[in-house]
């Protein structure tokens, strides 16, 4: 499976599904209510990776049903056919949403996720199908198909999780002081200017605004952008990546598609140098 999936990432055949159709997710996505509800910007963590265990349970639970329930359980594991394509619909458009954020290796990988996960879809309907038509037969034998298509989209999407680290907040790891530390003369920051220093090995973003220094953790939540590249404007900072947008006061979030919002340092000036120190 893995010498599969490298193969996956190293070949360009993908880029040319997944480039125009980025572009478009890109522009259907922009509204900030769109982005925010699909990145999950709400709940504090990625919407989609919830989303997904709706269609995995409920098509899972209806292959038990199949396999061991009888024609009593006929019924019962149409029922949860139908709940799981329901539930395919926001889970594929969070999906969408995040993927849309990727390039090169990840993209690909999400390619190939986003077509398993389409073909079973395509199978649990025509498994629904052939069961309100009382066939119940093919509609066991579709619905298996689907179980093993939608299992293999899982294990690229944890693969996209875990090993790409796709949609994991780049700042957790981070080791941020909690005491006061020295990371730049005061005169180095100048007014409306952000530069990026080292805060005992931490990247911080310092800003100077009305005469007033304000930190964040440099390392932007969502991707890895770096913050001291972005526009400020308004008490805010907006990634040049993907466009994350934070207010410096708190670095909580104004637009996804970040879902964590940034962390914070204090500032003070202590003869010519600055010093900060993690709020949280």
């Not at 996956?8 to 055949?13: K, M, Q």
């Not at 040319?16 to 990145?39: G, Y």
Request: charged content about 15%; hydrophobic content about 40%.
């Amino acid at each position: 499976m893995s010498t599969l999936i490298e193969r996956l990432e190293n070949s360009t055949a993908p880029d040319a599904v997944a480039k125009p159709l980025q572009r478009v997710v890109r522009r259907l996505v922009q509204p900030r209510w769109v982005r925010n509800t699909l990145s999950g910007t709400f709940l504090g963590h990625p919407l989609h990776p919830a989303l997904t265990d709706v269609p995995i349970g409920t098509w899972l639970a209806a292959a038990v049903l199949d396999t061991v329930g009888g024609r009593s359980a006929a019924r019962g594991a149409a029922l949860l056919v139908g709940t799981g394509i329901v539930a395919a619909v926001p889970t594929a458009l969070s999906g969408l949403n995040d993927w849309s954020d990727t390039h090169g290796a990840a993209s690909r990988v999400g390619v190939a996720h986003a077509s398993a996960n389409t073909v079973a879809l395509a199978l649990y309907g025509a498994s629904l199908a052939a069961r309100a038509r009382c066939r119940r037969g093919p509609g066991r034998a579709l619905g298996y198909a689907g179980l093993a298509a939608v299992l293999s989209g899982a294990s690229l999407g944890g693969y996209l999780a875990y090993t790409q680290g796709i949609n994991v907040n780049r700042t957790a790891f981070e080791h941020r002081p909690t005491t006061w530390t020295p990371v730049a003369a005061d005169g180095d920051v100048g007014e409306g200017q952000s530069v990026r220093v080292d805060a005992a090995g931490a990247p911080v973003m310092l800003h100077r605004s009305d005469g007033n220094l304000q930190a964040l953790a440099a390392t932007c939540t969502h991707l890895g952008g770096p913050l001291e590249e972005g526009e400020v404007k308004d008490g805010c900072v907006t990634c040049p990546w993907h466009g994350s947008t934070f207010r410096l006061e708190d670095g909580s979030i104004v637009r996804g598609p970040a879902s964590a919002p940034q962390p914070t340092y204090d500032t003070r000036v202590v003869d010519g140098r600055v010093e900060v120190r993690a709020t949280r």
